[in-house]
């Protein structure tokens, strides 16, 4: 729970942001959270260079982690993502497909999970 005059942390975590439902229905969500109120992050696992993306329609104010995760067993992007997650220290992360909803499972190990 966030302490009163501190921003509330919410991350989204998606496996990339190519074109396609689920990252419009990310956009969107970022764009309903008030900048005064949240601190909105968003992160992607893959970059995908040969579709076109959608980070263009992010909103300015959500701070974006991009990774480069080569499959599930790329050791270093699982250790800079785990330190990213606690750089930031979310008070909810929300995922968005298989892979992003494992990486979130395994990164917050054991916290409340939203």
Request: hydrophobic residues 40%; contains cysteine.
């Amino acid at each position: 729970m966030s302490t009163p005059g501190k921003k509330t942390t919410i991350v989204f975590a998606i496996n990339d942001m190519t074109v396609g439902g689920a990252q419009k229905l990310i956009i969107d969500m970022c764009k309903r959270f008030d900048p005064e109120r949240y601190s909105v992050h968003l992160i992607s696992f893959f970059e995908l260079p040969y579709r076109p993306d959608v980070y263009h329609d992010v909103p300015p104010y959500v701070e974006v982690h991009r990774f480069k995760f080569k499959g599930m067993y790329d050791i270093r992007a699982w250790l800079l993502c785990i330190k990213t997650l606690k750089k930031i220290k979310p008070d909810a992360v929300i995922s968005h497909l298989f892979f992003s909803n494992f990486v979130k499972y395994a990164a917050v190990n054991g916290r409340n999970r939203v």
